[in-house]
């Protein structure tokens, strides 16, 4: 299973019972008060959550993900993990009698069907984390949307730099595996180091522009942000067609850069 994965949920857990369980707070480690400070859960439960009985109350996380199994993440290839968490955190006896209920709902990988998967969950009054969406186009409205609802949101995706916008647009978010701008400082580093200074793209994107943004085109644009200014060269071609001209593709990326 993948390491980081379970760190996610182990971490989710963290977060999960110093925020429902808010007299516990003192018995957990200094380094989870951080965090919880961190994401503004200190302060007490939340009204919608002070209205029902807190010691017996199940615990619902919500799983966002798409059902589709030819795409990363689908839904039965992270359930087992997440039910391998709860199993252990129910087993180390931390939330007493508590039970968890976990949630799956399909996305669909969808800009459309995400949000209104998280809607129909939070309107029932059956959520209290979200882990996902994955996919950005169904992270990006969640996100958003949790910061109002107050209700915390855990991806291991949202690499995108437009993520890094935490306090304005998306203060519940924890990204479980960076940002691409990390990335753009890197590279800004090796240009730097190597006092390199014309620079090429050459990368992955779709051509059905419907589909989106590659994550190629995602991650390049946090270098070009870092880079922050426009004096480089830029061709992208879409790997998913049957003919590529990467022979021109490669001599013409080579008359721009070294
Ligand atoms: C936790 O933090 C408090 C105050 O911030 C400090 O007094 C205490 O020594 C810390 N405990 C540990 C175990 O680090
Ligand atoms: C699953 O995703 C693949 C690739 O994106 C697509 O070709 C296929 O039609 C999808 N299957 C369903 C049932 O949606
Ligand atoms: C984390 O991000 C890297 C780079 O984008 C990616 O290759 C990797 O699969 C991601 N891992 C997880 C667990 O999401
Ligand atoms: C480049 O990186 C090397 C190895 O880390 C380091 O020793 C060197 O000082 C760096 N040079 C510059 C100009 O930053």
Not at 96 to 111: F, L, N, P
Not at 127 to 133: E, I, R, S, Y
Not at 157 to 173: E, N, P, R, V
Not at 206 to 215: A, I, P, T, V, W
């Amino acid at each position: 299973m993948n390491a980081l994965f379970k760190l996610q949920v182990a971490l989710c857990f963290v977060i999960l019972i110093v925020n429902i369980e808010g007299e516990r707070i003192r018995r957990v480690s200094n380094d989870t008060r951080k965090l919880v400070e961190l994401f503004g859960l200190a302060n007490g439960q939340s009204k919608r959550e002070a209205d029902l009985d807190h010691n017996k109350r199940p615990i619902n996380l919500v799983v966002l993900a798409p059902e589709n199994d030819s795409l990363p993440y689908a839904l039965h290839k992270i359930l087992p993990s997440i039910q391998y968490a709860v199993k252990s955190v129910q087993d180390q006896g931390i939330l007493g009698d508590r039970a968890i209920k976990v949630y799956a709902r399909d996305t669909k990988c969808s800009s459309t069907y995400g949000p209104l998967a998280a809607f129909n969950m939070y309107y029932n009054k059956l959520v209290d984390v979200f882990l996902g969406p994955l996919c950005p186009y169904a992270l990006a409205p969640v996100a958003r949307y949790t910061a109002v609802w107050q209700i915390p949101i855990l991806s291991a995706g949202g690499q995108i730099d437009s993520f890094d916008y935490k306090a304005k647009y998306y203060s519940l978010l924890t990204r479980m595996n960076g940002s691409y701008s990390q990335i753009g400082h890197i590279f800004q580093e090796v240009l730097l180091n190597f006092s390199w200074r014309i620079v090429a793209f050459l990368y992955h994107n779709f051509q059905d522009r419907s589909r989106g943004k590659s994550n190629c085109a995602f991650t390049l644009g946090a270098v070009s942000h870092a880079l922050n200014k426009k004096d480089y060269h830029e061709r992208d071609f879409d790997e998913t067609l049957s003919e590529v001209p990467y022979h021109n593709l490669l001599q013409d990326v080579s008359k721009h850069a070294r």
